[in-house]
């Protein structure tokens, strides 16, 4: 059991934030914290499409009420919980924020293929030199 999970959330694929949330949540210890994230890119959002000419503050108002709704959903009183929008670059962003905020487990889902910037190179960057445990969740069949 984990004390501090951080999971990455695409917000705009609701169902796969749900899948990640309800791993993590089988995964925690009783009286431990979530986290979710989601990162914007210079290029858009790490876990958001990438929407020409909007602005940065739209785009983070949106995940943030994205991963707001999701928290919501699977989580409500289930655990102690919090929500971060963060900027960088996908896999050194969340590296960083899991040593920093010192997370037991990082929770990933794969999308290699899709327009998802979390692709296959970018978990296995993760995982070459990984600051805590990762558990990457295959995408659905």
Known sequence: M?????????????????????????????????RLITIISG?????FPYVPDQPIEETES?????LETLAQEYLSDQA??????????????L???AAAWEADLLVLTS??????ALHRDTVQKICGDPPC???VLPAPE
């Open 2 to 34: 984990f004390r501090r999970i951080l999971v990455a959330v695409d917000p705009t694929h609701a169902e796969e934030g749900g899948r990640a949330i309800t791993t993590a949540l089988a995964q925690l210890a009783e009286g431990g914290e979530i």
């Open 43 to 47: 290029e858009g959002t790490a876990f």
């Open 62 to 66: 949106q995940a943030h009420l994205s």
């Open 80 to 93: 102690h919980h919090d929500l971060r929008v963060l900027h960088g670059v996908t896999e050194h962003t």
């Open 95 to 97: 590296a960083d924020e």
């Open 111 to 116: 999308h290699a293929g899709s327009g998802w």
């Open 133 to 135: 445990a990762v558990l």
